[in-house]
């Protein structure tokens, strides 16, 4: 991309009232971002979704500088500059039209690598929750498989470190700019990081970790990647916030389980109860749901016997299974006309009996179909 179209998708990234969902609208219609700052006002004010105030305020930003010592910055420090709709930029988060229009990244990892998960939680992770990431990420380290958190204390920056030991590149998502790294004190993490993974953000430089940044921040957590794992939170922990973004981007989402009387495990056993995220216990539970397996399993092959042993219900979703190549949680609880927890209870359970096989997007087959 020439210096002069990165200033202009740079610049309109900077248009107050203007978010990524404007931008796409506008670049739909202008395709050229040079071109919405020349266009006359009442040609974007009659654009659906811009209106008057966004339109001045594109007709009266003039923050050049600005941009021109952003551009300076990025070339200087061989940042990255991701523009959405050109070849870089996640392509598991490109469809989403809240997706950020720039993001500034700098590491040497695929961020459209075909396996991507994100593990997110606390920032006072108890010996339990700190345990599973260690269990969780040395499981992972044959896949190989690109881990994503958010630099953070506690669950996030354990991520990091485990991925980094195990010899698997990680990435970082910062609520800030590039020119910082917050908390100061993961700054040589972030240092690792960048050799064998990275750190990216959708904030130019001079932008501090303000609070109103994360929330923000978890849009790319959970949007970059093709799952999501949490592993402990409080009962309004931020991780409920990315695990929410993440089932509105249709992503799969898992949490570990724990005691109904920790606190810092009530975010997570409501993510399961609520059917927002589904229960693992260990690593393999994860590479069983998202096929992840090294190796590949036979085929299974139903026997009567093994048919005999299962229970009602478990039968009735095989038999509907048989006759579809692939069924969603909705689809085979209108078929069978089970209530949707018996059928999540029961699809748990044919998984771990090696009979069915989960898909990314919900789906389920049986495993060989």
């Known amino acids: 991309m020439n210096e002069d179209l990165l200033f202009y998708h740079m610049l309109l990234s900077?248009?107050?009232?203007?978010?990524?969902?404007?931008?796409?609208?506008?670049?739909?219609y202008?395709?050229?971002?040079?071109?919405?700052?020349e266009a006359k006002r009442k040609d974007l004010e009659s654009l659906n979704g811009i209106g008057s105030v966004r339109a001045n305020a594109i007709k009266s930003?003039?923050?050049?500088?600005?941009?021109?010592?952003?551009?300076?910055?990025?070339?200087?420090?061989?940042?990255?500059?991701?523009?959405?709709?050109?070849?870089?930029?996640?392509?598991?988060?490109?469809?989403?039209?809240?997706?950020?229009?720039?993001?500034?990244?700098?590491?040497?990892?695929d961020?459209?690598?075909?396996?991507?998960?994100?593990?997110?939680?606390?920032r006072s992770p108890t010996n339990y929750g700190k345990d599973r990431v260690v269990e969780l990420i040395d499981v992972l380290k044959d896949i190989p498989v690109l881990i994503v958190s958010g630099l953070a204390y506690g669950i996030d920056t354990l991520v990091h470190k485990e991925s980094l030991r195990v010899g698997l590149q990680t990435?970082?998502?910062?609520?800030?700019?590039?020119?910082?790294?917050?908390?100061?004190?993961n700054r040589g993490l972030a240092s690792e990081m960048i050799q064998q993974g990275g750190l990216i953000t959708e904030f130019m430089k001079g932008t501090k970790p303000d609070?109103?940044?994360?929330?923000?921040?978890?849009?790319?957590?959970?949007?970059i990647a093709d799952a999501v794992v949490v592993m402990e939170s409080g009962e309004k922990g931020g991780s409920l916030i990315t695990?929410?973004?993440?089932?509105?981007?249709?992503?799969?989402?898992?949490?570990?389980?724990?005691?109904s009387i920790d606190s810092q495990s009530l975010g997570c056993n409501e993510l399961i109860k609520s059917q927002r995220a589904l229960l693992i216990n260990s690593g393999n539970d994860l590479l069983t749901f998202m096929n992840w397996q090294q190796n590949n399993r036979p085929k299974a092959v139903f026997q009567s016997m093994l048919f005999e042993e299962l229970n009602f219900e478990e039968r009735k979703i095989v038999e509907l299974l048989g006759k579809h190549d692939t069924l969603s949680i909705d689809e085979i609880a209108g078929l069978s006309m089970l209530k949707p927890s018996i059928v999540s209870f029961q699809l748990l359970s044919l998984e771990m009996k090696g009979i069915l096989n989960p898909l990314p997007g919900k789906l389920y087959t049986i495993l060989g179909h």
């Open 14 to 28: 900077m248009v107050p009232n203007i978010g990524d969902v404007h931008i796409g609208i506008l670049l739909q």
């Open 30 to 37: 202008f395709k050229d971002p040079k071109a919405i700052f």
């Open 61 to 109: 930003f003039k923050q050049y500088d600005r941009v021109q010592k952003e551009v300076e910055f990025v070339q200087k420090n061989k940042i990255q500059v991701l523009i959405k709709g050109f070849n870089g930029y996640p392509s598991k988060m490109e469809s989403f039209s809240d997706a950020p229009h720039i993001l500034y990244y700098k590491g040497n990892a």
């Open 111 to 122: 961020l459209s690598s075909s396996k991507i998960l994100s593990i997110i939680g606390t």
């Open 171 to 185: 990435v970082g998502v910062l609520g800030h700019g590039l020119d910082q790294i917050y908390p100061q004190s």
């Open 211 to 223: 609070k109103q940044n994360f929330p923000l921040r978890n849009r790319i957590v959970s949007g």
């Open 243 to 259: 695990a929410n973004m993440a089932n509105a981007y249709n992503k799969d989402v898992f949490a570990y389980p724990g005691r």
